[in-house]
């Protein structure tokens, strides 16, 4: 791992120097390039997907799907209060294109294909969070001088993204070229690649709601790469994991180490009793036992002695049991060591839970069980192998084949789709982005608890938004186009409209 902000710094003095006009010949700096290399654009490019949020936004997305309840303040998050996001991303994408741009000038097609990877994840992003958003027109204003680009709908998004997605893999599998700059996979293509199919296989899962209504064709192209690894390799184990390993050097630190918040962010109600229900001792990795249940006694691999708080409930009450010593927080790891674990943004083992879905609704003929229980495993063992827990804990193999057949666990089709959905749940704690949330707003499971009388969302206090809406920069500057979409989808640009994917 790069220190990131050296690396943006330094980027955004280079692309500077690279898109000055031509200045007196006598005026230029021999030492500053004018155009940047593909590897250096892909080393920051590469870093903004798989670096997590810094400090206290970490918790943000734990707060809201209640893995963790925050004990400083009251928020916006925990108590289920949405209002609009920022079209930041799009800045993204453009550095993306120049990466391209600046492959094409020097013939090296490795960064063409990785950056069709680049521009599907982020404009996937884009769409998760608003529904309808530029995609046809995107980044053309540097070019062509569009800077009031139409909004695609969310279908065609979708199917930008797949296609972006087939021409990286298509792209990788055919080059010789060498991957510079590469913090992720030490230039390793296929591992690019698998990432590359595996995310596919993401998009197209998130797609479940409209299999069968929609010109995407999503079962059928979830199969395809499912029944063909030679063109389409995915992740075969915890190995391809697309994951940011930390170390002892400055800013390139876990991104709660040795912060100031250390104190606030404490074990929710709903994770912990799901935990301890399970007698699933990943729960000794992600807490700490209550101050009470040692002063009275209780050992580190007790589950008595983990007690989370309801984050739906009055704050009031929440700091009354904090107070009171009855409250877990949060594993020290999390804030006391430099390399608290990898965060992982795309996973193995969410990939297993993904074609066990795929598998549970008919998409594919494999056996659901086989990939649920794999999931379970991969996980398990990237604690065991990435994280400390307690002296006295172990979540050996036989640990593991116990708990997959343990009654709560063991897989039942009848409801595979919640069990596949919990365990992923599970599995996400402090990583993988917003994926259950998105999760949860597809398929209701978790069913995660609401409170109306505490709810921030005003208007709808029995539901937890669905979406973002809208920056007031588009309002203000390309105000018919977003205009339009709003009208096209909803009635109103509102945080419980439904976008199309979950129509």
Not at 243 to 257: I, K
Request: with cysteine; aromatic share 14%; proline share 4%.
């Amino acid at each position: 791992m790069k220190n990131n902000n050296f690396i943006f710094s330094f980027l955004i003095i280079l692309v500077f120097n690279a898109c000055t006009g031509n200045f007196d010949e006598l005026g230029k700096n021999p030492n500053s390039p004018e155009e940047v290399t593909p590897g250096l654009l892909f080393t920051s490019a590469s870093l903004n997907i798989a670096s997590p949020s810094y400090g206290k936004t970490l918790f943000n997305h734990p707060m809201l799907v209640k893995q963790v309840v925050w004990t400083e303040t009251i928020e916006s998050y925990q108590y289920n209060f949405f209002d609009r996001a920022g079209f930041g991303t799009y800045s993204s994408i453009r550095n993306v294109v120049k990466m391209m741009e600046e492959a094409e000038r020097t013939n090296e097609d490795v960064y063409i294909g990785l950056g069709h990877f680049l521009k599907a994840w982020h404009f996937y992003s884009l769409t998760m969070t608003f529904g309808d958003v530029p995609y046809s027109e995107a980044s053309l204003g540097e070019t062509d001088g569009l800077f009031d680009p139409i909004y695609d709908t969310q279908e065609d998004v979708f199917i930008g993204v797949l296609d972006n997605l087939e021409k990286a893999n298509t792209i990788l599998a055919n080059t010789n070229g060498v991957i510079n700059g590469d913090v992720v996979y030490n230039g390793d293509v296929l591992s690019w690649r698998k990432a590359v199919n595996s995310f596919s296989l993401k998009v197209l899962i998130s797609l479940s709601k409209k299999a069968g209504n929609s010109t995407i064709n999503i079962a059928q192209k979830f199969a395809k790469i499912i029944n063909d690894p030679s063109t389409y390799p995915i992740f075969t184990s915890n190995d391809d994991n697309l994951q940011l390993d930390f170390s002892d050097v400055g800013g390139e630190r876990y991104p709660f180490w040795n912060t100031t918040h250390a104190q606030y962010p404490h074990m929710d109600e709903f994770i912990t009793e799901l935990l301890k229900r399970n007698e699933d001792r990943r729960l000794f990795f992600f807490a700490a036992p209550t101050q009470q249940a040692l002063s009275g006694g209780l050992q580190t691999d007790d589950f008595d002695a983990y007690v989370g708080a309801d984050g739906t409930s009055d704050f009031n009450d929440i700091v009354a049991q904090e107070a009171s010593k009855n409250l877990s927080r949060i594993h020290s790891r999390y804030y006391e060591n430099f390399d608290a674990e990898p965060y992982v943004t795309a996973s193995y083992w969410e990939l297993q839970f993904n074609i066990a879905e795929a598998a549970q609704r008919g998409w594919i003929t494999n056996n659901a069980a086989d990939y649920y229980n794999e999931g379970i495993r991969a996980n398990i063992q990237f604690y065991r192998n990435n994280a400390i827990s307690y002296d006295n804990v172990s979540v050996n193999d036989s640990y593991i084949n116990d708990y997959i057949s343990s009654a709560n666990v063991l897989y039942n089709p009848s409801n595979g789709i919640e069990q596949i959905l919990t365990q992923k749940y599970i599995a996400s704690f402090i990583n993988s982005e917003y994926t259950v949330y998105y999760d949860y707003r597809r398929t209701g499971f978790p069913d995660l608890p609401i409170n109306p009388s505490t709810s921030l969302n005003v208007g709808s206090e029995n539901k937890i938004p669905t979406r973002w809406r809208y920056p007031q920069s588009e309002l203000n500057y390309n105000t018919v186009n977003v205009e339009e979409a709003i009208k096209r989808q909803y009635s109103e640009d509102n945080v419980n409209s439904l976008m199309w994917i979950l129509k």
